[in-house]
């Protein structure tokens, strides 16, 4: 049976100062703590999905810059397959700015660079890299065009296609049908459905949106609070585990990769999910977007005593 992952995406290069707080406009605060890493959601869920047990393919572009170099080597060093992580001689490698506060929140800029040009092509010249896979991993640092022929390759091939929509952006119809799993955040999820998340009656509601526009495997992340798992026979609030906070920049990436692994790994999605969920909620522990991400021994060795939150109203 495959346990493969092709995850394709972005790579960005992360800059990080950690602050008591994030800056107002106009405001300049000395004394924070810098440090650089790897970053880009594809890139981030990659590492998840390898550190979670799966093997790991990773279709983007960097730069042909040193900082495009340094991502290739991170990747291969994560023991990802990077042969079709393609060099784009006339574009700068992605890199993301980022600010992180006492309580573990973040503020993000992102310029996007090679990862803008992504292209269908570069799908159909990784064809045969995606044939091999048992789920298709996409998010939204590509271009849609690109996004659109990854889902229809995976198919062509039989894969599970999972899309984490983010970062946020209206989509149509047309292509979320196509997609098998949805893993939104509360803000991505308000944003394609219309409906906010109140209480656990919306995210019904939302769950139910979803399967009208085409999607019948739902799962909405709620920071602390755990994963909302929302399928045709079943919804069920998984809670999350009470940590404190460090950095919350990578959990929906640990997540999204995470879950991706354990399917592939064979288990069912609400298994799979409760894994990916005790996953980001060691993710958030940990300073940076990719350093974040567990072994799987970890994830399995999640002690016990971290009793989980319930959904607030």
Request: with cysteine.
């Amino acid at each position: 049976m495959k346990n493969k992952v092709v995850v394709i995406g972005s790579y960005n290069t992360d800059l990080t100062i950690k602050t008591a707080r994030i800056p107002r406009p106009g405001e300049t605060i000395i004394g924070g703590i810098f440090s650089e890493g790897g970053g880009g959601k594809g890139a981030n869920q990659a590492v998840a999905a390898v550190r979670s047990g799966a093997d790991v393919s990773f279709i983007a572009r960097v730069g042909n810059d040193i900082l495009g170099n340094e991502g290739i080597q991170r990747l291969t060093n994560e023991r990802i397959e990077t042969r079709y992580i393609l060099r784009d001689a006339e574009v700068a490698t992605g890199v993301a700015f980022i600010v992180v506060d006492d309580r573990g929140e973040n503020s993000i800029v992102v310029a996007s660079g090679a990862n803008a040009r992504l292209s269908p092509a570069d799908i159909e010249t990784a064809k045969d890299e995606i044939s091999t896979a048992s789920v298709i991993l996409v998010q939204l640092e590509s271009p849609l065009d690109t996004i659109r022929a990854a889902i229809k390759k995976a198919h062509e091939y039989g894969a599970t296609v999972i899309l984490n929509p983010a970062p946020a952006q209206p989509l149509e119809q047309n292509l979320l049908r196509e997609i098998d799993i949805i893993t939104p955040n509360e803000v991505e999820a308000e944003m394609l459905t219309g409906i906010k998340v109140t209480d656990e009656n919306s995210l019904r509601l939302i769950t139910k949106k979803f399967f009208e526009l085409g999607i019948q495997k739902v799962l909405i992340t709620l920071g602390s609070r755990g994963v909302f798992v929302g399928l045709p026979n079943t919804m069920e609030l998984i809670p999350g585990f009470k940590v404190k906070p460090i950095d919350s920049t990578g959990a929906g990436d640990v997540f999204s990769g995470s879950l991706a692994a354990f399917l592939a790994l064979g288990m069912s999605i609400a298994d799979a999910a409760k894994m990916a969920n005790a996953s980001a909620s060691i993710s958030v522990t940990r300073m940076g977007a990719q350093n974040c991400a567990p072994s799987r021994i970890e994830i399995e060795n999640l002690p016990q005593r971290i009793l989980p939150h319930t959904l607030r109203h």
